[in-house]
Nanobody
Framework: QVQLVESGGGLVQAGGSLRLSCAASGRTFSSRTMGWFRQAPGKEREFVAAITWNGGSIGYADSVKGRFTISRDNAERTVHLQMTGLKPEDTAVYYC???????????WGQGTQVTVSS
């Protein structure tokens, strides 16, 4: 069984930075692709960033490219999302995901709120 716990969300002014963390339990973490998603009020959940098991492949949504950085520490079973240059449109609940067959069938954390004020 895998459990994911996100942390690091909060309220920040536009242009500021936050670092989200996702701590995973279970032995499958180091062999799995991890991702970050977000869901803003009234909108569908959307992909933000993903990183393969060894960090060899990383991808970002166009909306965050150049501002967000995903990383992982397999020894600590954590994945991070460093967010800089935050914009009000980045306001959302951010979720981490441990991918299985696809994202929807992966494991999800409970989410952490990020609010960016203008």
């Amino acid at each position: 069984q895998v459990q994911l716990v996100e942390s690091g969300g909060g309220l920040v002014q536009a242009g500021g930075s936050l670092r989200l963390s996702c701590a995973a339990s279970g032995r499958t973490f180091s062999s799995r692709t991890m991702g970050w998603f977000r869901q803003a009020p009234g909108k569908e959940r959307e992909f933000v960033a993903a990183i393969t098991w060894n960090g060899g492949s990383i991808g970002y949504a166009d909306s965050v490219k150049g501002r967000f950085t995903i990383s992982r520490d397999n020894a600590e079973r954590t994945v991070h999302l460093q967010m800089t240059g935050l914009k009000p449109e980045d306001t959302a609940v951010y979720y981490c995901n441990l991918r299985r067959y696809d994202w929807e069938n992966g494991y999800w954390g409970q989410g952490t709120q990020v609010t960016v004020s203008s």
